[in-house]
């Protein structure tokens, strides 16, 4: 080489450059594999099988999540000639974690049930991973009072009193460690019946719906005995506000804030305190919007969790809230009287004290589209209707006695059927409703008006 001359490297970048950028990619992709994958290790099937006297077998089997937070699932028992079914919600409280709802509702029993004993089975699963066994291992919250009626053994036959005894013991405080058996996803028709409470009327843990105009929101706690040391913990979308809180010791107040659309607030019992069982109450501001979640409450009497689902979409003042008196269709809207001759189904009865309410409609997936129209006692309140990802509102005039609100699709739009959310409001009641609707069926609201003169 010539003296002075430098040397070009340049050519080596084809075989530098090029593999250590692709080497890069690939850690990368690597990584967020691993990372997604890690997201959801609870979906699929577990099970247990304990050799004994009666050899007791479970197998629980998870459904894909909602938000990455709730999981509907089954859970079966079987215990010498006992076997049961049940569906329940499972919330993730952590990485590591996931809540055992409560309410574990029965759909197959036999030749006995064991009614609210399941209740001994509240508490967290956990979730270990040790060299490429994956388990879950039950922790109750311990407790000898659950504050609900218990089955007596007396109520057994004598061919079944042992038996279900033993059931009883092995529920309240055997070992339970569950194997991983595969990752496949639990599929039923209950999933969304689960997720959605009020298709089915049966709660699992999830309270009514909620909208709020404000995303700017404050929490604090209060007890209803303030001297049994019941701790909660209290998560919005999968991140922990405040953990392991003494609610008769400590009164903290938090700030939160919404995302827009749907938020999953998650209100944890960690105890029973010194008297069982859990009694704590969670208030939530956000502005004018108040309200609270109780453990005292009767449904949620030794609860594990309570899940409130809060909608939240910013509001431009001048439109705030859409206001129409039974105004006449639009003119350039054709929908025939026909529609409402298809099936109809009925998603709910209820009674209010109220002339006149408000209607809340959106779509809490994704715009795609959809059009409806409404009837009320046969006559069109709107016709031609875009469902939007923002709620609209709409003022109702009920007459005394029954009302039939009628939801008919107009077409099906680009993600088929035809889905919106609605939320019933009058005064401080609310209540939402899943609206699922096609080309041949309808969904109907029952409202009774109760009109106590002037």
């Known amino acids: 080489m010539p003296a002075g001359q430098k040397t070009n490297w340049s050519f080596l970048n084809k075989f530098i450059y090029i593999p250590a950028r692709t080497y890069c990619i690939f850690v990368c992709v690597f990584f967020l594999l691993q990372a997604n994958a890690q997201k ?42 006992f076997s049961g079914a049940y569906e329940l919600l499972l919330v993730k409280k952590n990485d590591g974690s996931l809540a055992i709802g409560r309410n574990k509702i029965p759909v197959q029993e036999t030749p006995f049930s064991i009614g609210a004993w399941t209740v001994m089975l509240n508490g967290v699963f ?14 109750r919250i311990p407790t000898n009072k659950y504050g609900v009626t218990m089955p ?23 070992p339970l460690v569950l194997n991983k058996i595969n990752s496949e996803p639990w599929k039923s028709e209950s999933v969304d019946k689960i997720l959605y409470p009020w298709m089915s009327g049966v709660y699992y843990g999830i309270m009514d719906s909620i909208q ?33 809180i003494d609610v ?72 705030n809230w859409q206001t129409t008196r039974n105004p006449p269709p639009p003119k350039n809207i054709k929908i025939t009287d026909r529609a409402l001759e298809r099936e109809t189904k009925l998603v709910d009865s209820i009674k209010l004290n109220s ?5 809340a409609i959106w779509d809490d997936a994704v715009e795609d589209g959809d059009s409806i129209s409404l009837s009320i006692n046969d006559q069109w309140i709107v016709q031609g209707f875009a469902v939007k990802k923002k709620p609209q509102f709409l003022t109702v005039t009920l007459e005394p006695g029954i ?12 993600i088929p059927p035809n889905t919106s959310l609605l939320e019933i409001i009058d005064g401080k009641f609310r209540k939402a409703y899943y609206i699922n609707t096609n080309l041949s069926q309808n969904n109907q609201v029952k409202i009774r008006y109760d009109y106590k003169g002037p």
């Not at 979730?127 to 039950?138: D, I, P, S």
Request: charged share 20%; proline share 3%; with cysteine.
């Open 355 to 359: 002339a006149q309410i408000t209607l």
């Open 212 to 244: 709020v105009r404000s995303a700017h929101g404050i929490l604090h706690f209060t007890d209803n005995n303030r001297v049994d040391n019941d701790t909660v913990s209290v998560t919005l979308n999968g991140k922990t506000i405040l953990d392991k």
């Open 40 to 81: 959801n290790v609870y979906t699929g099937t577990w099970e247990m099988y304990k050799s004994d006297s009666a050899s007791l077998h479970i197998r629980l089997q998870i459904a894909n999540p909602e938000k990455n937070t709730l999981y509907p699932a089954q859970l079966k028992i079987t215990y010498g000639n």
């Open 248 to 319: 008769s010791k400590q009164n903290p107040t938090a700030e939160i804030q919404l995302d827009t659309g749907m938020n999953l607030l998650c209100f944890y019992a960690d105890n029973y305190g010194h008297v069982p069982p859990n009694t704590a109450k969670l208030n939530l501001a956000f502005e004018q919007d108040q309200f609270a979640i109780n453990f005292a409450n009767k449904a949620d009497i030794s609860a594990t969790f309570i899940v409130a689902k809060i909608y939240y979409y910013p509001q431009k003042k001048e439109n």
């Open 126 to 139: 956990q979730y270990k991973k040790h060299r490429g066994y994956e388990t879950l291992q039950a922790e």
């Open 403 to 414: 009302n039939n609100i009628i939801f008919v699709a107009d077409n099906l739009g680009a």
């Open 152 to 174: 007596s053994l007396l109520n057994y036959t004598d061919a079944f009193r042992h038996l279900a005894m033993q059931l009883r013991d092995s529920l309240k405080e055997a």
